[in-house]
């Protein structure tokens, strides 16, 4: 059936989340089965970033289905890196079926000690282990011209702004920059600043995907939840919830502006500009909104697969829901973030 539907242009737009990450390798595993569906660009930040530039280095040397692969090796190939970390689940918890690592001792004693200590006071000059998976994942020459736009947000340091790096300007070095938690890594300096982790000021970010694209449809995979039940009681769940909050809050700006726009537009008042024009789309899953923030660091094999199926489950899910919306209407009610301002 999807062999027979006219193609659809669409963008992407991949949030970061650590392992979660696997979540959005198995919503692009099974959007690259759809041959109608065309992509013309992708924002990403994080764990996100890594995924867009693998998938689209991949896509341009050896097709839709060697994208696939190449997804599935570079994941292969961290859980691989991770396996000598001692970040690893408590025996309790791999006896109980519970993927977090709130009782790992190596967990815990990290966790303390980055509330002390710095990145730069504990430095022992190991490198990043995902440097050499990247190196050995991605070949950043021919990602340079490939015909998929990318966008990969990073944070600068000294001026708190998002810089979004595109296909010509990518690196290892870059796509590290945009997972550079601060706590737990020093900064990657690229052409003399300093960059954070990209979920800081844009998780991911939206306006290129507007001001340089074609496509009228964006599909936001999200990792971080938007909304959380509950009030957050213990002093790890407070400060995973403030993450939360402060990685969505540019994405949810850029959202809220384009339905400020739509209905400018829809009234009459001003040019109807691409901003108003957008139809934005979102695959999620409830499973993101029971995992623990610790699991983000958990690089097991099992895990990675379970959430790459759960990603494959939510886009079948949102492809038998809304395949038929994409081209025609947005599916995700972005005016109701317009209640209240």
Known sequence: MSDQRP????DLALQGGGAHGAFTWGVL??????SWLDIEAVSGTSAGAMN???MVGAQATIGKDGARQALEEFWRRVSRAAAFSPLQRSP????????????????????????????YDLAIGAPN????????????????????????TATNVRTGRPRVFRNDELSSEVLLASACLPAMFQAVEIDGEAYWDGGYSGNPTMTPLVQECQSDDTILV????VERPGIPRSARDILNRLNEVSFNAVLLKELRMMALLRK???????EVAHWSRMRVHMIRSEMMVELGSSSKLNAEWAFLCLLRDEGRRATDAFLATHGQDLGRRSTLDIDRLLEGV
């Open 52 to 54: 867009a530039a693998v």
């Open 92 to 119: 309790l918890d791999v006896l109980l079926g519970r993927w977090s690592l709130d009782h790992s001792p190596a967990y815990i004693a990290f966790d303390m000690l980055s509330r002390v200590f710095s990145p």
């Open 129 to 152: 282990p995902l440097l050499k998976v990247l190196a050995e994942s991605i070949d950043f020459a021919h990602l340079a011209t490939a015909p998929i736009k990318l966008f990969i």
């Open 222 to 225: 999200a990792i971080n939840p």
């Open 29 to 34: 595993d099974r959007l690259l089965q759809e």
């Open 7 to 10: 193609s659809q242009l669409i």
């Open 264 to 270: 400018v537009a829809s009234s009459g008042d001003g």
